[in-house]
């Protein structure tokens, strides 16, 4: 998930870096859960002030408590994220994220920090995104990912003690317009998306997969994780012009019942739905296979809509 990044005088970041104390840090990974992964305007402003941080300073002291959330039974390389995202007001909020492995199924379902963060950010209605921090620095797979942000040549990307455009770190980049897609994540195409009546699916749950970003498949596609008692968590799909780097929807799902402390349990799962377009479809076999990784998981419900 990572790859060597030679510093420069142009990108290099000096200076004193804070550090939580572990009480400090254990607090405060309880609030991030507590909020599903998120800290709001207020909270980040009460950090600053109270320990004397720019913006970035907080950002990057809080790379230590993204890493806590990471599952990562293959590599054991714990990754942390987290995205600046602003809201329709303009009004910032960091979203976590954090790589999530699935055992003995194939590396390439993983889910990598960025992704979950970006993710994040996207499932909780960020509007646009103007930094993403990152323990570790971004891998290929990452960075052509990032490439499908509407604010692709603008974020910035900061390090632990670099900071880079993404131009800088993916140069003659290949990117949506070059399948002339006009569109790009969190910049979708005007929805205008109709869905046939369908009793078994949950309304919210056809609602998430119409905001679903697939501009080279047309399968809208989402996922829904019941829990006995803690509510439910959704995940859309989200593709990209490269196709492999493209995160499914139970990835989406998964990575967001982490970020609030919960683990893919059965005592904690009550039911997994998966729907997709009728005739696109392409998540089931995906799906079942990270569901495997589990003991004991109810069956994965699987309905086709006709969206239109």
């Known amino acids: 998930m990572t790859s060597s990044t030679s510093s420069s005088p142009i990108n290099s970041i000096t200076g004193h870096t804070f550090e939580f104390a572990e009480p400090e840090r254990n607090a405060l990974f309880n609030q991030v859960k507590s909020q599903q992964g ?43 994220a987290i995205v600046v995202g602003l809201d329709a007001q303009q009004q910032p909020s960091f979203y976590f994220g954090a790589n999530v492995e699935f055992a003995h199924q194939p590396l390439s379902l993983v889910v990598h920090a960025e992704q979950s963060a970006i993710n994040n950010a996207w499932l909780n209605g960020a509007k646009s995104i103007v930094k993403i921090a990152i323990s570790d620095a971004p891998c290929g797979y990452c960075r052509q990912f990032m490439n499908e942000l509407a604010d692709a040549e603008t974020f910035d990307i900061l390090l632990p003690t670099q900071q880079f455009k993404l131009t800088e770190l993916l140069p003659a980049a290949f990117g949506p317009k070059d399948l002339g897609n006009q569109y790009s994540l969190f910049n979708p195409a005007p929805q205008s998306t109709h869905v046939g009546a369908n009793s078994e699916v949950c309304p919210v749950l056809i609602e998430q997969a119409k905001q679903a970003y697939v501009p080279y498949t047309q399968n809208y596609s989402a996922v829904k994780i019941t829990t006995f008692e803690n509510g439910c968590f959704y995940g859309r799909y989200a593709e990209n012009a490269a196709y492999s780097p493209s995160l499914a929807p139970l990835q989406s799902a998964i990575s967001q019942l982490h970020l609030a402390g919960l683990t893919m349990d059965s005592a904690i799962v009550a039911r997994v739905e998966l729907v997709q377009t009728q005739g696109a479809e392409n998540q089931l076999q995906v799906s079942e296979a990270v569901l495997a990784s589990y003991d004991n998981l109810p069956a994965l419900q699987s309905y086709s809509l006709s969206f239109t």
């Open 38 to 80: 998120r800290l709001n305007t207020a909270d980040i402003n009460a950090l600053c002030t109270e320990h004397s941080l720019t913006q970035a300073e907080l950002l990057r002291a809080c790379l230590p408590i993204a890493s806590l959330f990471a599952v990562a039974p293959i590599s054991q390389f714990l990754v942390g």
